[in-house]
């Protein structure tokens, strides 16, 4: 049972490139979200899901688009990437939300650069 | 926008208790607050999960007051394996609102 993993671990971009991140588990979680994680600023909710064709925006949706075509895959893509976007991408899932804060479980990140 | 404020930073000595607060004013009537621990370099792990009154697990304990525009999460006799980042979280229909985290040192 490996939890939730993220690929790839780290990516240098340059402005304007583009890529996708890969976030996947295997708790047959309904659940699943994106976040972004920046010094001083604690994580920020970007997309989430709420079941397998579903997505939803966050407080940080801009300059990102996502995808959850199978229940333990939430891809999160950048179309053409910023220096403001130079940051530590977690992913995480849980069951049923509910309205409540059920337990997340988080991925080991991805850290992205952008030059 | 709701915000969720910490303390940046505490110090604390092996083997005693430590209390961090959060400061929610705007908390929804459905919402929940739940406590979680990072480590560098990696994701943060669920420690305690609460929406009123007092809840206690293996690990630790979270008071909330009637009001419920606070949160407290307290860490019974802290180890240097404690020292971590710990961010609170409010969470409710739509909204998921992190705290920017308590950097906790714990010193021998």
């Known amino acids: 049972n490996a939890g939730v993993t993220q690929t790839p671990k780290f990516r240098v971009l340059k402005t304007g490139q583009s890529m996708t991140l890969l976030c996947a588990q295997d708790?047959?979680?309904?659940?699943m979200y994106w976040y972004r994680q920046d010094p001083g600023m604690g994580l920020r909710l970007i997309h989430y899901s709420v079941g397998e064709g579903t997505t939803a925006k966050g407080e940080v949706p801009d300059g990102y688009n996502v995808s959850r075509l199978k229940k333990q895959n939430f891809l999160l893509g950048l179309e053409s990437a910023a220096p403001s976007q130079t940051s530590v991408y977690f992913c995480?899932?849980?069951?049923?939300?509910?309205?409540?804060?059920?337990?997340?479980?988080f991925g080991p990140g991805t850290r992205l650069t952008v030059t | 926008l709701a915000k969720t404020t910490q303390p940046i930073s505490m110090d604390s000595y092996e083997g005693q208790e430590v209390n961090i607060t959060c400061s929610h004013n705007n908390i929804a009537t459905n919402d929940y607050i739940t406590w979680y621990q990072q480590f560098p370099s990696q994701g943060p792990r669920f420690i305690i999960q609460g929406y009123k009154t007092k809840v206690t697990n293996e690990v630790a304990s979270l008071f909330i007051p009637a009001d419920r525009k606070s949160s407290t999460l307290s860490l019974p006799r802290v180890s240097l394996s404690d020292t971590a980042v710990y961010y609170c979280?409010?969470?409710?229909?739509?909204?998921?609102?992190f705290g920017t985290g308590t950097r906790l040192k714990v010193l021998a």
């Open positions: 979280l409010v969470s409710g229909t739509y909204k998921y609102i």
């Open positions: 995480a899932s849980s069951n049923t939300d509910r309205e409540r804060g059920y337990e997340q479980y």
């Open positions: 708790m047959n979680h309904e659940y």
